[in-house]
């Protein structure tokens, strides 16, 4: 299929295209990576009237890191996140998500921040965000606004970005010391969207386990953050291993609310948390006493 017509726009500058956002509104759809947009136009489940393209505002295409976190501006390609060293040092679990983001060739052009806008409730940086308490920058042509990872997701492909608005930034804070974290998720083919995923993060303090948190895709119509340190396991050494993280999986997956889709059954999208949890839990442990670990891409358990 074909996209429906649409006028195109390619503004030199944030003025021009904030300008041109408020002239549109509704009617307009912003281009960046066009990774996730391109196949929803061509689909026709959008149909926008104007199509702006952001391209030209080189100025966004940023990735600065520092001892608060870090910050990805629109215009900043999955690509560049997951192999930016700062970024990394800063904040591993970015370049973990990343690293299960569809393929190389998406990722050398889709925008991590344009990913967050989509709002894909299987998309893994909607859990980075939701799990760091991050925020998107928000601007359009009245001024800028700030909306937290909590209020950002407000449903399936649903973000808080308004008519005439853009998302210049993103915002991923940096854990404490002592923190270490994992991305898992179990996907038919590696870089197909995922049945179930998440990002986990744990700190550990003088061989004991003080915090523990995941925050969970495709397992309900927004990414869904789990407290688990009142269920985990106190000493450091049991806590590398998946097993001992069974308590704390099982009460993850009495919060979640999987749904059952041509993908998978609720059942199976249970079962796949509570499989994970115990992965990914451990394996932050691990990233917190051995910080040199390195993950690795996940298969379906059966």
């Known amino acids: 299929m074909k996209p429906s017509p649409f006028t195109y726009h390619r503004p030199e500058n944030l003025e021009q295209a904030l300008a041109l956002l408020a002239d549109v509104g509704s009617e307009g759809k912003v281009l960046a990576g066009g990774q996730s947009l391109l196949p929803i136009l061509s689909m026709r489940l959008a149909a926008p009237a104007h199509l702006v393209d952001v391209n030209r505002l080189t100025d966004l295409a940023y990735v ?29 679990l970015l370049r973990q998500a990343l690293e299960h983001v569809a393929h190389p060739t998406i ?22 965000l939701a799990l760091t308490g991050g925020r998107v ?14 209020d950002f997701f407000l449903g399936p492909l649903e973000s808080a970005v308004r008519p005439g608005e853009l998302a210049v930034e993103a915002w991923f804070p940096a854990f404490p010391a002592g923190t270490g974290t994992a991305f898992v998720e179990a996907a038919r083919r590696h870089g197909d969207y995922a049945m179930a995923g998440l990002a986990a993060a744990v700190t550990v303090v003088d061989g004991r386990v003080t915090s523990a948190r995941a925050a969970y895709i495709s397992m309900s119509p927004v990414p869904v953050v789990v407290e688990l340190t009142h269920d985990a396991p106190t000493d450091a050494a049991d806590a590398a291993v998946p097993a001992a993280w069974a308590g704390a999986a099982e009460a993850a997956v009495d919060r979640l609310e ?15 948390a509570r499989t994970l949890t115990g992965r ?23």
């Not at 920058?137 to 909590?150: K, N, T």
């Not at 999987?258 to 796949?272: F, N």
């Open 137 to 150: 920058d928000l601007a359009c042509a009245a001024g800028r606004r700030s909306v937290a990872a909590m």
């Open 258 to 272: 999987p749904e059952a889709d041509l993908h998978a059954s609720a059942h199976y999208r249970a079962h796949l």
């Open 64 to 92: 600065r890191s520092g001892p608060d976190g870090v910050h990805v501006g629109a215009l900043a390609r999955h690509r560049t996140v997951e192999r930016d060293a700062e970024a990394h040092a800063a904040l591993p």
């Open 280 to 302: 990914a839990m451990a394996r932050a442990v691990a990233g917190a006493v051995s910080p040199d670990v390195r993950p690795r891409a996940e298969e379906a358990p059966a």
């Open 107 to 128: 990722r050398n052009r889709g925008t991590s921040v344009g990913s967050l806008a989509h709002a894909d409730p299987s998309g893994e940086l909607t859990a980075v």
